[in-house]
């Protein structure tokens, strides 16, 4: 009898902690990025952390027809790599899910320095997206060349859609 309340309450601990080691780290210049990372940690009762870069981008830096705006310079130059206000330490979590927005067909330059500076030995990596056209395309995947011993799971565009689909498509990863 103890030998089966023991396996039951070790199953609902692992049935209840399905994300309990999910952290989900977002950058957004706009919003539209925090409202998806957000509503997909609320849903999967995951940590939340945000990556802020040290210079704020202001609506003259996201001028993406402005060749001369701070994005589009970060974006043509294959070595940028923006400074990150404050640390994140992710080395608690099992998965991390990455959410950005989509700049120029590619995941900002400041989520490849939020890659690079961690550890991901062991780890899963999923990639979350919002976009005004261009979609996911090799973003995720582009990250996941950076995140070195991560296992990367795969990635979506999540512009529209609730919390719980992202919950459903992180649950069928898994």
């Known amino acids: 009898m103890k030998k089966l309340i023991l396996t039951l309450l070790i199953g609902a601990f692992v049935m209840g902690s399905t994300f309990a080691k999910t952290a989900v780290v977002y950058f957004s210049a706009t919003g539209t990025t925090e409202r998806m990372a957000k509503n997909a940690a609320s849903a999967m009762g995951a940590d939340i952390f945000e990556i802020e870069p040290i210079h704020k981008y202001t609506s003259a830096d996201l001028n993406w027809n402005d060749r001369k705006s701070l994005t589009s310079i970060e974006c043509n130059d294959p070595k940028s790599r923006p400074a990150i206000a404050h640390p994140i330490d992710i080395s608690a979590y099992d998965t991390v899910i990455l959410c950005y927005p989509i700049w120029w067909a590619y ?68």
Do not use: H
Not at 113 to 133: A, M, V, Y
Not at 135 to 150: C, E, I, P, T
């Open 107 to 174: 995941a900002p330059k400041i989520m490849y320095t939020f890659t690079e500076s961690q550890n991901w030995s062991g780890k899963n990596l999923i990639t979350l997206c919002t976009s005004g056209g261009s979609g996911l395309g090799r973003s995720g995947s582009d990250l996941a060349k950076y995140a070195k011993g991560a296992a990367f799971k795969g990635g979506k565009d999540f512009t529209r859609g609730s919390g719980d689909d992202v919950k459903k498509y992180i649950e069928g990863l898994k």
